[in-house]
């Protein structure tokens, strides 16, 4: 299994009034990140080719000011028909762990405004990202 | 069983450049239903007094421009002794379902940075909104 | 000379580290409420029919959760060939001065990608909020 | 007169529906790159320091998903008892011009909720920044 490693830099308006990054921004960081995952190694060249179908998100750590940027590893949990679901755990530079998430991304064919089917070299290309033997049920 | 509904107008902004409301800004449109349902119905004023520690949500249609507002019917979950677990539905003006959701949402105090317990006056409140026999396992 | 009125809710999430509003989303809240200023009475239907072209914006007042809105008054500096510069004034609900600002705003042909003309019917709507004879200069 | 030279990354939700990045979302951007200035220049840490009283900015260029990033100069217009006054030109990686803006910001005392005069130290390290002699009129 092959795993990737993005980093997404803070920006100060990410806090929110009790000091902390904003819960719904933490989505948005690692959308950020994912998006740099997919394009290098999926061959999925930006957000505008999937919509997100689900996430489930646990907070495990206070991302603050003191953390400049945060760090994403990537791993993949399916690869379905037209979707993706991800592994994704982001720590703080200093190793502290602030974030475990799972989201599924649908393929998306904009013209149509419907699901699309992955391509053969997509379905590969994800497949290496997957643990064990949980790929292709979908 | 209680139920509360609350409308959070939309925003221009709330769009992404696929043209409908960006997930991670779904959560933030939930977050300011929840806001008043939590400060009318279970004395909880602001978000400042709580932290979220999970999501789930599943994305259910797309939120766009021709939706002026969503309306999001909150249920509980659960009552623990420290937290609060949300049941949310959100729906267009029309009826159309849009996306459902759970929150656990875990009482802080903010001098110490660490939760707090329920106060009997909001687990009584809270606990109003739990369906049948679940509550108060926690 | 007509002036007209906008109210936009303000959320939470608004606040910044501070307390207050954070200045750029103030701009986010004009673009709220400009929109339905053109929207109802000069017939531009929607964001994505002009791009903001320059921005002068003084903050007068803090803008805090306490204030769940805020209106907006609207008139109109100048009506130019392609673009509208206008006069917003925000307010909080107690009518203290919150932000003053003029924005041009040039109207945009999105296939072209380039300017275009004001139509008649939306230069005659927009030239009633301008004051005296400080119309059609450009 | 010196200059400094700082650098923003772009996120994907910056772009708003247009395909481009969202006028008050700049606004964002430019503070990201300031904080860093006045940190490392100046010796103001943090944007809780001081408060955005006025801005004036120009948008020259649409900033898209090609620009990856935008470079910003600053430099400094006035330093004044209680406040700075910059001035700041925005650029892509490719030297394309994308906005310039003047920022007027106020040192602010965080307990008494007032401005602040600046420092010995900050007035000096901020007057470097000045061209010829435009400095220490207020």
Do not use: K, N
């Not at 689900?54 to 993949?76: K, L, P, Q, S």
């Not at 699901?115 to 497949?127: I, K, N, T, V």
């Amino acid at each position: 299994m092959d795993e990737c490693t993005f980093e997404v830099g803070l920006r100060w308006r990410d806090l929110d009034h009790q000091g902390h990054v904003y819960h719904a921004t933490v989505l948005t960081l690692l959308d950020e990140a994912r998006t740099e995952w997919f394009r290098a190694s999926i061959g999925i060249a930006s957000p505008d080719e999937y919509v997100v179908a689900r996430v489930t998100i646990d907070y495990r750590g206070e991302i603050t000011r003191a953390d400049d940027r945060i760090i994403v590893t990537f791993g993949m949990d399916r690869v379905g028909t037209t979707s993706l679901t991800t592994r994704e755990v982001a720590r703080a530079p200093d190793g502290r762990l602030l974030a475990e998430a799972a989201i599924t991304a649908v393929l998306w064919d904009r013209t149509s405004h419907r699901p699309r089917s992955l391509l053969p070299q997509e379905r590969g290309d994800a497949s290496r990202f997957v643990r064990s033997d949980e790929d292709d049920l979908g």
